[in-house]
């Protein structure tokens, strides 16, 4: 049974940095193919992808957010941490951890963790 | 401001066909699968539609998807109370290197 799911802080200040983790189970982030990705989704707005870390290590970010995200996984502790730099309010969101499965035209979220609300205000 | 295209609003009485749109480029649907994803109200997405047509294990025949050149379509056949929620397709975008998800359609069931 796959399992995900995200800790973090629930209120950070405007241009701290935001440190998401996400712990996972019923899989290997070794296994070729299988990637953890981190999915956004402001209140009453549409969902928002961040980034994918895949099990070779390759890594890959929302182009719009690339210059302030950083994605690394620690096979041994199952575990994905996403780091946001110098956040805003418009960052407000349900932060979603994601199990996927990489192909070789595109990538599909098979397994959602139950997200987290991070909220941006001083 | 999403580069899929979906409507916002879509709906239905119990029983009836419906279907919702995505519209995209050559970069994305156009050469790339089609994932659609329904949210129940205050949970997390899941999976519905993989590989532009494909249902995972445990979601009904009712949903169905297919794909026409830079376009994607979701049909819910036998609509039911229960299919009242947010749809949104994805698809990764060559030019882009990353994953796009549309705006979302909220689906009533009247």
């Known amino acids: 049974q796959i399992t995900l799911k995200e800790s973090g802080p629930t209120l950070v200040k405007p241009t701290q940095t935001l440190t998401l983790t996400c712990t996972f189970s019923g899989f290997s982030l070794t296994t070729s193919g299988v990637g953890v990705g981190w999915i956004r989704q402001p209140p009453g707005k549409a969902l928002d992808w961040l980034a994918l870390i895949y099990w070779d290590d390759d890594k890959r970010y929302s182009p719009s957010l690339k210059s302030r995200l950083t994605i690394t996984k620690d096979t041994s502790k199952n575990r994905v941490v996403l780091t946001m730099t110098n956040v805003d309010p418009m960052d407000t969101a349900t932060y979603y951890c994601?199990?996927?499965?990489?192909?070789?035209?595109?990538?599909?979220?098979?397994?959602w963790g139950r997200g987290t609300l991070v909220t941006v205000s001083s | 401001q999403s580069v899929l295209t979906q409507p916002p609003s879509a709906s239905g009485t119990p029983g009836q066909r419906v279907t919702i749109s995505c519209s995209g480029g050559?970069?994305?649907?156009?050469?790339?699968?089609v994932y659609w994803y329904q949210q129940l109200p205050g949970t997390a997405p899941k999976l519905l539609i993989f590989?532009?047509?494909l249902r995972p294990s445990g979601v009904p025949d009712r949903f169905s998807g297919s794909t026409s050149g830079t376009s994607a379509s979701l049909a819910i056949s036998g609509l039911r109370s229960e299919d009242e929620a947010d749809y949104y397709c994805a698809a990764w975008d060559d030019s882009l290197r990353g994953v796009l998800f549309g705006g979302g359609t909220k689906l009533t069931v009247l």
């Open positions: 994601v199990y996927s499965v990489q192909e070789v035209a595109g990538t599909s979220f098979d397994y």
């Open positions: 050559s970069s994305n649907i156009g050469s790339n699968y």
């Open positions: 590989r532009n047509n």
